[in-house]
């Protein structure tokens, strides 16, 4: 009896060192806002919630450890404890893992391994169809598509200035859209106001600033209506992501989204042109500025950003991206 | 002796880690001399690293909760009350547990631990099978997610909820005519009466609620760590091209989303997003099974299952409910 009392008490000093450890380790990434390393914002404050319940646990875990077993005084095998001292190294080592993977390892941002190993979501096209694009630019230049689209002269006009052909240092903006033209301009494919939503704000902007806010809704914008994007100005910033099949002028402009966890990350970008697009090494951060030139490849539609000024900045704290499920707050 | 002295190496280990993590804490984390110089890691299982963390970081909440729904459901909910709430007729039964499921928004680790509880208070077990099937699908916060992240087909929230039940409500029928004994674990039976007995000692007393808590915690922790990592590792050293590269038929690309929605072991909130990014690689109504088949089963989940349900029970569940998904969403006209 007095043998069992003893098993039991180690049990449970055990548990309150995992415990404790776990309550340390999150408190920790609170703190230090590493959290967001791991978790979308979204789910921060259930954390918080977390944290409450396990230090609730410890301390029950405690009172068992100082109390003993005098609420359960049966001798039934029921709860839950590893009979052989194997199976505990392997259950209570399953535990410690978390915790001394929190401890000892450094963090690390996912990157382009990472970006390589689940595929690249660039605008309205996947990056295996990028040797199709290769192989079609020359005559892309040419073939932008034009055709009219039932009369619907806007579009008609954005498209020619998106036309490569007439000399691409000739500035964008020279058609003044009325804020209600632009509207209809969206309102007409039907994505839904929040995608037209976001296509206004966007539209209005002279050089579209894709930040961190925008960036995925932006993206998926853009791709809804990547002809009426085509010829615009954007600057956006991410990490520098190269593969083997890209030409040497060719990069993209990355940014790993997260929707719940880390786990469920994928990866959004931009296929930039830039003579320099050798130069910047892989998993460094800049900052691009171009034009968007449409292109189209096996069928899609696909925007391609031809770099007017790519500079290196340093990685953001948060370097992750994230759905925001509202429509940005236009300040104009 | 030499128990005794194990135990304490394991014991002084245990203090050892916490004391290296009290000053990891002090010291502020990332500045941090013990590990500066001290091993260079390889990427890769940096990689590991974060996505095993995050899984982690993101099932405990989930786990925490349905384990103190559970306990809650054991120290205020008796067995007379579940009997009672629970349609006799089948037929009532089966989308009573639909309707279950659409208003309680619970994920796929929070809905084992509990259902797990109703069974044992009572709850017959095809009732139980629909709603632990359907629930993490049917809910509201999972529908917006899968509705915002298939901008393009604001079908398929419906046709994914649509197909959970059809295939929920057949597996149902299925467990209410095969199933006979019992499928939870032996020695279940006597826990339960054992619990009951904890209960009419300490009903009402929040203490050994938490204590069973903590009971539950490192129960179905472990199998909840042991999935986290497996697919931790099978994301970082198997690439997504590679699991892709393995069919583009009808049959074998729904098959391989539906394998890939095993070993990720995603959460049902977030798995939407994942799905929509293989929209141009994929048919949507393979996607539709990755989307039907992950928050039924998956890996972490059919750990839990093993631990709650016996051996041959969990493996039928899980062939048919594979077969019947897959039948499912191919027919489906999306």
New interface residues.
């Given amino acids: 009896m007095d043998q069992n009392q003893k098993k039991w008490k180690r049990h449970y000093i055990l548990r309150t060192l995992i415990l404790s450890g776990f309550v340390l380790l999150l408190a920790e990434m609170i703190i230090t806002g590493r959290l967001s390393q791991y978790l979308a914002p979204r789910l921060h404050m259930l954390n918080y919630v977390t944290l409450g319940i396990l230090i609730i646990l410890t301390i029950a875990s405690i009172r068992q450890v100082i109390i003993g077993q005098s609420d359960y005084d049966c001798d039934c095998d029921a709860h839950k404890i590893p009979r052989s001292p194997w199976t505990s190294l392997i259950v209570y080592g399953l535990f410690c893992l978390p915790l001394a993977m929190g401890i000892f390892m450094p963090d690390k941002t996912l990157g382009s391994a990472m970006a390589e190993n689940l595929g690249v979501n660039l605008l309205s096209n996947d990056v295996r169809k990028l040797a199709q694009v290769n192989a079609t630019v020359p005559e892309m230049e040419s073939q932008v598509d034009v055709q009219p689209n039932d009369g619907e002269r806007i579009a008609e006009d954005v498209r020619k200035q998106a036309e490569p052909s007439n000399t691409s240092e000739e500035p964008v903006k020279t058609v003044p859209l009325e804020e209600a033209q632009i509207r209809q301009l969206f309102a007409e494919s039907d994505f839904g106001d929040f995608y037209t939503d976001i296509a206004v704000f966007l539209y209005k902007q002279p050089v579209i600033k894709l930040d961190d806010k925008v960036f995925l809704d932006g993206l998926t914008t853009m791709e809804l209506y990547a002809k009426e994007f085509a010829g615009k100005e954007i600057e956006t910033m991410g990490f520098v992501y190269h593969q083997s099949d890209f030409s040497e002028e060719q990069f993209v402009v990355a940014r790993f989204s997260v929707s719940c966890c880390t786990a469920d990350a994928s990866v959004f970008g931009i296929l930039v042109e830039d003579k320099q697009a050798k130069n910047y090494p892989i998993d460094s951060w800049v900052k691009v500025r171009g034009k968007l030139e449409l292109r189209n490849a096996d069928g899609y539609d696909m925007l391609v950003l031809k770099a007017t000024q790519v500079e290196p900045v340093d990685a953001p704290k948060d370097p992750y991206v994230y759905y925001s499920f509202e429509a940005p707050q236009g300040s104009e | 002796m030499p ?1 005794n002295f ?2 304490l190496l ?2 002084s280990l ?2 050892v ?2 004391g ?3 000053v ?2 002090t010291t ?3 500045s941090n001399p ?2 500066a110089n ?1 091993i260079t ?1 390889s ?5 590991v ?10 099932a ?2 989930f786990v ?1 909760l349905g384990v ?1 729904f559970s306990a809650f459901i054991q120290t205020f909910v008796t067995e007379e009350q579940v009997r009672r709430w629970t349609p006799k007729n089948p037929f009532i039964a089966l989308p009573f547990a639909g309707l279950l499921g659409v208003l309680f928004p619970v994920c796929e680790c929070a809905i084992i631990p509990v259902v797990r509880r109703l069974i044992q208070k009572g709850m017959p077990l095809h009732v139980g099978i629909v709603f632990l099937l359907a629930g993490p699908i049917v809910n509201p916060i999972v529908l917006t ?1 899968t509705y ?2 298939f ?2 087909q ?1 079908d398929m929230a419906m046709y994914r909820a649509i197909s959970a039940l059809i295939v929920a409500f057949v597996i149902g029928i299925l467990v209410l005519f095969f199933v006979k004994k019992n499928p939870l674990r032996l ?1 279940m039976e ?2 339960i009466r ?2 009951a ?2 209960v009419e000692a ?1 009903r009402g007393k929040l ?2 609620t ?2 069973h ?3 539950e ?3 179905m ?2 199998f909840l ?2 999935g986290a ?1 497996i ?2 590792l099978l ?2 050293f198997v ?3 590679t699991m892709l590269g393995i069919g583009q038929t009808p049959l074998s690309s729904h098959l391989v989303m539906m394998g890939m929605a095993y070993i ?1 072991s ?2 049902s ?3 939407a ?2 799905a929509a ?1 293989f929209a ?2 994929f048919q949507s109504s393979s996607l539709l099974a990755f989307l039907v088949f992950g928050p039924m089963m998956d890996l972490k989940t059919t750990l839990l299952l093993f631990h709650s349900f016996r051996f041959g029970f969990v493996v039928k569940l899980i062939l048919a409910v594979t077969i019947t998904v897959l039948v499912v969403t191919l027919w489906m006209p999306v």
């Avoid at chain 2, 990427?43 to 990689?47: E, I, T």
């Avoid at chain 2, 690293?49 to 993101?58: A, K, P, Q």
Wanted: proline letters at 3%.
């Fill in positions: 128990v194990r135990s394991r014991d245990g203090a880690i916490l290296l993590a009290v990891w804490v502020g984390g990332t013990l590990y001290l890691w990427p890769k299982w940096l990689d690293r974060t996505f095993f963390l995050s899984i982690v970081l993101e405990i909440p925490l103190f997610s915002t992240a901008t393009r604001p020695g006597t826990e054992h619990e007995r904890h300490s203490s050994a938490f204590s808590a903590v009971d915690f490192f129960d922790g472990k760590l042991f990592l697919s931790a994301q970082v690439s997504r091209e990720l995603l959460c909130e977030a798995d997003f994942i990014s141009n690689t």
